[in-house]
């Protein structure tokens, strides 16, 4: 008896102490990882916090726009050769999109277009709100995820070349929320219209968005095709042997405004044949989602948003509300010229 309850004790003990093992072991492989994140995440704050830095980036854009104080500089040349400029607008507006969001959720990975320098000083930056009067009373019902599953990727300010020129009405800021590299929440401001589209897949849109009815059908025959005004590459030619000679090709600046474009029934389709980075269209791609549209490469795959070190998408882009198969078909020639280019 005395020598069976020995055992016994020496049995549980060899148990604690594996447990143990196991958990030091465990603390040490992941303690220290940052991108072991097991806090989790209210999205609906999320959400509301993504609103308030896309609208205060906005806010930022637009003063500067007014005041004229831009400051512009060259990033180089794109791929087809084209100026890539910034201004005081991007950096300004990353400085507060992104450190307000980093100040609400220092547990996640924020991905921007733009880099702050070291020496900025960001104790002004007060953190994103996490109530917003129209999230709550649009989503019921809040969901909760691991800090390390999600990624957030900021666009400070979309259509910096437009902005440069004045021609306000393309300029957006945009946050977009990826769950495991999925697009889920998005935000797309107007700074100069002072309006703000917002999804969250599955859950719940802005109000504006309830309105918006693109009949996905092509209207009179004739192919509303949205392109890149800086780069449209030979969407053109393409579009119009694809659907004739009535197709209309609209050409606009930004991805944002684009998408939206598409969302609004203004165009049937935005088409993009070269290479874009992925902060361009994350929260589009998450609008389009929400509304049951579609976005993918010109080869008919989706996007992945779980990594920061592939931002860019080489593929091409097609966005729709409906009928995304038939303009899939119809621009096969495109996606065969995406592929080579990447
Ligand atoms: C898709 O577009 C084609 C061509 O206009 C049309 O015939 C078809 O009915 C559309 N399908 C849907 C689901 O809207
Ligand atoms: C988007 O289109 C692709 C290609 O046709 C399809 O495989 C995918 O299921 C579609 N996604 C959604 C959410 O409709």
Redesign the pocket.
Known sequence: MNLGASVRVNKCGVCVLMTLMVMVVLLYKYGNNTEFKREVVSLRSLLSAAIDAAERGGRVVYDIREAATLHEQSKGKTKEGANDPVTDGDIKSHLTMFFSLQKSFPAIKIISEEHSLNDVDVSSVSPAALLHPEVTAAIPEDQMVPAGDIRVWIDPLDATQEYTENLREYVTTMVCVAVRGHPTIGVIHKPFSKSTAWAWVGKGVSPALRQTGN????KN?I?HIIVSRSHAGDVKTVATAAFGEKTEVIPAGGAGYKTLAVVEGKADAYVHSTAIKKWDLCAGNAVLFALHGNMTTLGGDPLDYGSQEEYKNEGGVLATL??HT??LQKLQVLAGKAAKAA
């Open positions: 009949q996905g059908v092509v025959d192919a409906t009928n038939y303009y």
